[in-house]
């Protein structure tokens, strides 16, 4: 469809729907307006150690098509 789209984002704007923006804007479907996102991207897991304390491992990355983070 050749209808515009404008997609708007601020500092709330995370993960998944990040990663839609994104997609739109490289796919130059959406024009993205607002502030900067909250842009954190990562996706964690926390692993618990044998004495009670844990560590937050990375375990993915969230890119757009174009492999933007």
Known sequence: ?????IVLVNK????ASEV??????DNK???IVGENTF???LI???V????????TVTVSK????NGID
């Open 12 to 15: 709330g704007t995370a993960s």
């Open 29 to 31: 479907r959406a024009t």
């Open 1 to 5: 469809t050749k209808t515009p789209m």
């Open 62 to 65: 969230y890119q757009t098509p």
């Open 48 to 55: 618990e150690l044998s004495d009670g304390s844990a560590v």
């Open 20 to 25: 839609l923006a994104g997609a739109l804007k």
């Open 39 to 41: 842009g954190k991207g």
């Open 44 to 46: 964690q897991t926390l």
